[in-house]
C-alpha cells in the first residue's frame, strides 16, 4: 500500500508526496476529485469501489486529490461546510448498501493549508466475499492494477471458496499446534498438568511482513505488551526460528509455567499451566479469573498486533488440555454449589472459534460463545459470569 503509515498520522505532506512521486493508480490506491453526489447512479459506483478494494487486497481511497491518467497532479481538496457529516454520510451508504457488513473500515480528514480538507476512506482486505446490493442491483466487485472489475459466475464461486479455504487452513493450524504441544514439541519443557491455550490467527495471515520481528519489536515493551496469558509481564524472552517467544520458568524444574509465541505470520501463541494446577488435589476451573484474564488480555495483545501491521479479522481459539474431572468454580477455587457433582467427562476442550472482526469491539460479548462451552462441559447451560443480556459481570 502506497500510504505505509497508519491512518491517523497521515497529513498533507504525505499526499503531496504521492504527486511527486507521481504514484499511479494501482490495486491499492484509487483518487477522486470530489465525493459521489446522491443519485443512484454515483451511489452505486461509490459501492462498488469500496467493495472491490475489500474484495481484492485492501486499500485506500483518496478524495480531493485530482489525477490525468491515474496519476496525481493536484491537491485541491473538497470545499464542505462539514467533514464529520460527509463521512457519516459514505460510512452510512457503505454499510446499507454492501453485504455482508466489511468490518474495519476506517475514515480519516486530512486537512489542507487552503482551509479545504481531503478525506481517506481505509478499506481492509476482507475475509468474506461482499456484494453491491442497492435499489434491486446485486452485483460483486474485485480489483486489478487497471481498476475495478464485476466479477462473473465462475470468480464469484472460487472467491466464496477461498474464503471457506481460509477458514480451514487457520482451523489446521490449530489443531497441527495442538498436537505438538501434546506430543511435547514446543518450544519450552513444560510440565506434565493440565494447560490452557489462546490462538490468535489474522485471517490475512500471509500477508503480514515475515521479517517484523527484527523490525520493529526492539522498540515494544515486550515484557508487558507479550506477557503470556494470566501473567502481568515476561521473566524471559528470545527470538526463535518461529518469530519472538517471552516465558517464565519454575525455578526449581526449570520447565516453563508459561509462554507466549509471536509467530512471524502475525499470529499468537500463549499457553498457561498455572491457573489450572491441582493444588492439594482439586481440580477446579476458575472461571472468573478464567474469563476476566482472556477478556483482559486480548486488548493488549490487538493493539500490539495492530502495532506491527497486523489488521483485524481475526480468530480468537481457546483449547483446554488435561481437564477430565475438573470442576467450574465461580470464586477462587470454590466450585459452584450447583455443579458441586458434575465433573468435565474429557479431558480436550477445543472450544469455538471466535472471529473478532474489529479489534475494538466488545471482546466480552464475542467471546461468551466459547466460556458457554465450557461451562456446558460442566452441565450448565452456559457461563454465570453473563447476565441475560449478554454483558460480562464477573463476581457483581
Known amino acids: 500500500m502506497p500510504l505505509e503509515k497508519s491512518l491517523e498520522s497521515i497529513g498533507e505532506s504525505d499526499l503531496r508526496a504521492l504527486i511527486e512521486n507521481q504514484v499511479s493508480e ?28 475489500a474484495n481484492a487486497i485492501g486499500g485506500d481511497l483518496i478524495y480531493g486529490m485530482e489525477a490525468e491518467a491515474g496519476v496525481p497532479t493536484e491537491l485541491p481538496g473538497l470545499e464542505i461546510a462539514n467533514v464529520d457529516a460527509e463521512i457519516l454520510r459514505l460510512e452510512s451508504s457503505i454499510r446499507d448498501g454492501v453485504d455482508p457488513r466489511i468490518p474495519g473500515i476506517r475514515s480519516w480528514p486530512v486537512k489542507l493549508q487552503n482551509s479545504r480538507a481531503a478525506i481517506i476512506l481505509r478499506i481492509p482486505k476482507s475475509w468474506s466475499t461482499h456484494m453491491v446490493r442497492f435499489k434491486g442491483s446485486s452485483r460483486f466487485f474485485s480489483r486489478t492494477s487497471n481498476g475495478k472489475y464485476q466479477l462473473d459466475v465462475r470468480e464469484i464461486r472460487a472467491a466464496f471458496l477461498m474464503r471457506e479455504s481460509i477458514a480451514d487452513r487457520i482451523r489446521d493450524f490449530r489443531a497441527d499446534r495442538l ?16 494447560k490452557v491455550i489462546l490462538h490468535i490467527v489474522p485471517i490475512g495471515a500471509s500477508d503480514v511482513n515475515p521479517n517484523f520481528c527484527t523490525k520493529q519489536l526492539e522498540s515494544i515493551d515486550f515484557f508487558n505488551r507479550l506477557a503470556p496469558l494470566f501473567n502481568s509481564h515476561a521473566a524471559n524472552h528470545r527470538y526463535n526460528f518461529d518469530g519472538f517467544l517471552t516465558y517464565r520458568l519454575n525455578e526449581n524444574s526449570r520447565q516453563a509455567l508459561c509462554y507466549l509465541q ?6 499468537i501463541e500463549t499457553l498457561d499451566t498455572s491457573l489450572l494446577w491441582p493444588y492439594n488435589g482439586r481440580r477446579i476451573i476458575p472461571s472468573l479469573a478464567f474469563e476476566e484474564g482472556i477478556i483482559k488480555v486480548l486488548p493488549k495483545y490487538f493493539s500490539l498486533l495492530q502495532e506491527i501491521g497486523v489488521q483485524a479479522p481475526v480468530f480468537v481459539m481457546l483449547s483446554l488440555l488435561g481437564v477430565e474431572g475438573y470442576k467450574m468454580g465461580v470464586s477462587g477455587l470454590l466450585p459452584h454449589p450447583a455443579l458441586e457433582e458434575s465433573i468435565i467427562d474429557r479431558g480436550t476442550l477445543i472450544l469455538p472459534e471466535i472471529l473478532i472482526e474489529e479489534f475494538q469491539g466488545d471482546i466480552a460479548r464475542e467471546l461468551k460463545p466459547a466460556f458457554d462451552t465450557v461451562w456446558q462441559s460442566a452441565a450448565c447451560v452456559g457461563s454465570r459470569n453473563y447476565d441475560s443480556t449478554g454483558n460480562w459481570i464477573g463476581e457483581r
Open 26 to 53: 494501482r490495486k491499492t490506491i484509487e483518487y477522486k476529485r470530489s465525493l459521489h453526489g446522491n443519485s443512484d447512479g454515483e451511489i452505486k459506483e461509490f459501492l462498488a469501489d469500496v467493495s472491490s478494494f
Open 179 to 194: 498436537s505438538k504441544i501434546i506430543g511435547g514439541q514446543v518450544m519450552c519443557e513444560l510440565p506434565n498438568v493440565p
Open 262 to 267: 509471536l509467530f512471524r505470520n502475525g499470529a
